[in-house]
């Protein structure tokens, strides 16, 4: 796309909805997010956590995604590795039926700890955990139709409505978190659908050759044996027994014994365990079975067909699926005794009330796959030579630790009795995911957490609902970041994302026994980060060896990946790690006796504002220790014993707040800053000022002069959790002062704020001490 080149694409997809605000001038938000998936939802609230309007759409009448569609029974092995926006989405699941039924009782046993929520109890907690942000406003039944480009940047957005008019909005940011990749296609990001060579990433997994075949898609019902709120199964209007009759022979051969089952028994059906509350079951395909609900082939003009196309496919998996149930519940040909199983289900009479309690959303495993700055292929989450743990990514913002997982990408064969090909189930160690999958390579203000940068088969490791929740809330945090600095969303601080990611509980890296809320939380994140716990255990003698078997696909802890905080140094640990801290230019701990307190003493001197999410409790706990443990801080500043005692029976009292500041190294500040404790009022805006010198990097605010020293202005608003990009104060001084050098005087600062252009001062809470990059302390 040329630069300053008015370009206006449209997706042909045709209209269903309601809508806010007829055409006229377009609406603004700061964040428009399309699709209201568990992703989206994710993505909103952690976009929403300042003060971002956030626009949430959904293209359908229901929010929520598969998560509220039926698939109640959670992709995940270990509860070791639940962390951010799906661990908090489960615990508020877990919370309603202990409220509900009693903590006791046989629903919260059934809920799994929040993971195996019902549809209408997963879409009740998605709309109270949406209500409490009063900055995001949900629009459902707005179809995207057109979206408008100017020099890389997404300029309007246009969404029909159900009385044929159309509805535009301006964002400033956009997420799509669509399954489909519906908005990227529409803003002409690349994109592919099929699978690749093997030759193109060097996968084991990929097809010889390129071809178009798709995963397999199906319909996720949740049906029930409890006879008060057992519907019957409804029989499609183009029901033809033969599509089913040589299911017959298969059953009186012995291959099957129910029509309904879980591995371990024969069966058709697969009714996942463990059970959903209240005696409901989530059905799915069954992984290299005979018989199959997913229709691979079916679909392969799902992704860029219209609306209409959409419908049609929806249509004959429903048929196949709902006309599968009526036959093995009711064909003369079939067993008796399998007949009265079979007859014992039926749709649950309290979910999806308004569809004929059939989910209205099929479950789209792949559709586009956008083509990124970075693509995500078989080999990222390959073992790291010769270790316990996959191959390091420090610009990880999300973990997974599903498997590569694909249901079939083409059928041979009968459709009953003969096989899906393409299909594949690799286990993995837990592996992280980059930011750059989420990002285009040109559009500025985009971001894509479903539909993401991956090859066919990297793509089959990503594509869980608490996968995709941890990139969207990732995607949120990029966004906020994004607007707070005026950036594009390439040039997003990884480091900084990081910090806030832990801030809010969600994991870069799986650490089994240091989970969030944990006090070492963020410490542990960035040292793993870093490669500080990698090559602590050997690799499995079984690839993808995961903890011991508990039920279903659920295990305990994936073996060789806890931090062990408590267990005592080693010579050879202690050398490896000195090796690693003295690579980063971080000063060497002294003494420590436990690898615990290495990583604490060591992450003392970097990030010790982060914050971490108790997410038991609710609240917020800082991973920081006592000022009186900075010592090169509190001697380059000068405070003595009697000061921090003071400070601290201020901090003990409730009047003051300990926040001990470290300034990010990159971009942001330019210098390695130490920490040091700032005593503010508890959740005060600090406003940190520091002296740039000549030599200093020209990234972050402005460029360094080669004869002079100049002053930036750094703000957090969260006492010292996360900081801004630094401004430089010579951008709001008058011409005259401008090229003075040195510190601008507070008669010359600007008040600071996003357009930096009023005369008012501020206040500067603290003037920032620490070392440059060339070892020089600046004052």
């Known amino acids: 796309m040329k630069p300053n080149c008015l370009r206006t694409v449209f997706l042909i997809l045709l209209a269903s909805v309601s809508a806010f605000a007829e055409a006229g001038e377009p609406a603004t938000s700061d964040v428009v997010i399309y699709g209201a998936t568990p992703a989206g939802i994710a993505a909103a609230l952690t976009a929403a956590g300042g003060e971002c309007s956030v626009l949430l759409i959904e293209p359908t009448a229901r929010i929520g995604g598969m998560t509220t569609h039926g698939l109640s029974h959670s992709d995940f092995h270990s509860f070791e590795s639940l962390h951010g926006p799906f661990l908090k989405f489960s615990q508020r699941v877990l919370k309603h039926y202990e409220t509900t039924y009693g903590k006791d009782s046989e629903q919260v046993r059934d809920c799994w700890r929040g993971t195996h929520?019902?549809?209408?109890?997963?879409?009740?907690?998605f709309q109270q955990m949406l209500a409490e942000k009063p900055s995001i406003r949900i629009l459902t039944e707005h179809r995207l139709t057109r979206v408008t480009v100017e020099d890389h940047l997404i300029t309007t957005l246009t969404f029909s409505l159900p009385n044929g008019g159309s509805v535009a909005i301006t964002p400033r940011i956009v997420i799509d978190a669509s399954y489909e990749g519906d908005l990227l296609a529409a803003a002409g990001v690349p994109y592919g659908v099929g699978r690749e060579a093997r030759s193109e990433y060097g996968e084991s997994l990929a097809p010889e050759k390129f071809d178009t075949q798709l995963q397999g898609y199906n319909f996720r019902l949740c049906m029930t044996q409890e006879p008060k709120n057992r519907v019957p199964v409804p029989v499609p209007k183009n029901y033809d027994r033969d599509d089913y009759a040589t299911l017959v022979p298969l059953v009186r051969e012995g291959k099957f014994r129910s029509a309904f089952g879980y591995p371990g028994s024969p069966f058709v059906l697969k009714a996942h365990l463990p059970a959903l509350p209240n005696d409901k079951r989530d059905i799915n395909d069954v992984s290299k079975g005979l018989v199959r609900l997913s229709l691979p082939g079916h679909n392969l003009k799902y992704p860029d067909g219209d609306l209409a196309t959409r419908r049609r496919i929806e249509q004959e998996h429903l048929d196949w699926q709902l006309g599968l149930i009526h036959f093995v519940q009711t064909d003369p040909a079939l067993p008796e005794e399998f007949r009265k199983e079979a007859a014992t289900w039926g749709l649950c009479g309290d979910e999806f009330t308004e569809t004929d309690h059939i989910p209205p959303q099929i479950y789209v495993r792949e559709a586009r796959r956008m083509v990124g700055l970075r693509v995500y292929t078989e080999a990222d989450t390959e073992y790291a030579p010769n270790d316990a743990r996959s191959r390091l990514h420090p610009d990880s913002?999300?973990?997974g630790e599903y498997s590569h997982n694909c249901h079939g990408t083409d059928h041979e064969g009968p459709m009953i009795g003969g096989r899906h090909t393409g299909e594949f189930y690799k286990g993995v160690a837990p592996y992280q995911i980059p930011y750059g999958v989420m990002v285009p390579k040109k559009m500025r203000n985009l971001l894509v957490p479903t539909a993401c940068s991956a090859s066919h088969v990297g793509f089959c490791a990503i594509r869980l609902e608490p996968i995709w929740m941890?990139?969207?809330?990732?995607?949120?945090?990029a966004a906020h970041m994004t607007l707070e600095a005026n950036i594009p969303v390439q040039q997003v601080d990884i480091e900084a994302l990081q910090k806030r990611i832990w801030s809010y509980g969600g994991a870069t890296i799986h650490v089994s026994d240091v989970p969030p809320g944990h006090p070492d939380f963020a410490a542990v994140q960035w040292w793993a980060g870093l490669g500080g716990l990698h090559g602590l255990e050997p690799a499995p003698a079984k690839?993808?060896?995961?903890?011991?078997?508990?039920?279903?696909?659920?295990?305990?802890a994936f073996p060789g990946h806890a931090a062990k905080l408590d267990q005592p140094l080693d010579d050879a640990l202690t050398k490896r790690w000195t090796a690693l801290v003295r690579e980063l230019n971080l000063p060497v701990p002294v003494d420590p006796t436990t690898r615990g307190d290495w990583i604490r003493e060591v992450f003392a001197t970097t990030r010790l504002a982060v914050e971490a999410t108790d997410s038991k409790q609710g609240k917020r706990t800082r991973?920081?220790?006592?000022?009186?443990?900075?010592?090169l801080a509190l001697q380059l500043l000068g405070v003595s014993d009697e000061q921090v005692e003071r400070f601290d029976a201020a901090r003990k009292a409730g009047l003051l707040e300990w926040a001990p500041v470290h300034l990010p190294t990159h971009p942001p500040g330019d210098c390695n800053h130490y920490g040091w404790p700032v005593a503010t009022m508890?959740?005060?805006?600090?406003?940190?000022?520091?002296r740039r010198i000549p030599g200093h990097r020209a990234k972050g605010a402005g460029k360094p002069h080669p004869k002079m020293s100049y002053g930036v202005v750094l703000r957090s608003d969260d006492s010292g959790k996360s900081w801004s990009e630094p401004y430089d104060l010579r951008d709001c001084m008058k011409p005259e002062d401008r090229d003075r050098g040195g510190i601008v005087p507070l008669s010359h600062r600007a008040k600071?704020?996003?357009?930096?252009?009023?005369?008012l001062g501020y206040k500067v809470h603290l003037h920032a001490i620490g070392t440059a990059r060339d070892g020089a302390v600046i004052a």
């Open 117 to 125: 929520g019902e549809p209408s109890v997963n879409l009740l907690i």
């Open 397 to 399: 913002i999300a973990v």
């Open 470 to 477: 941890s990139l969207g809330g990732a995607a949120g945090h």
């Open 543 to 556: 690839p993808g060896t995961r903890g011991q078997h508990i039920v279903s696909q659920y295990f305990e």
């Open 623 to 631: 991973t920081s220790h006592p000022a009186g443990e900075e010592k």
């Open 682 to 690: 508890s959740g005060d805006t600090i406003v940190v000022m520091h």
């Open 752 to 759: 600071f704020d996003k357009g930096n252009q009023s005369p």
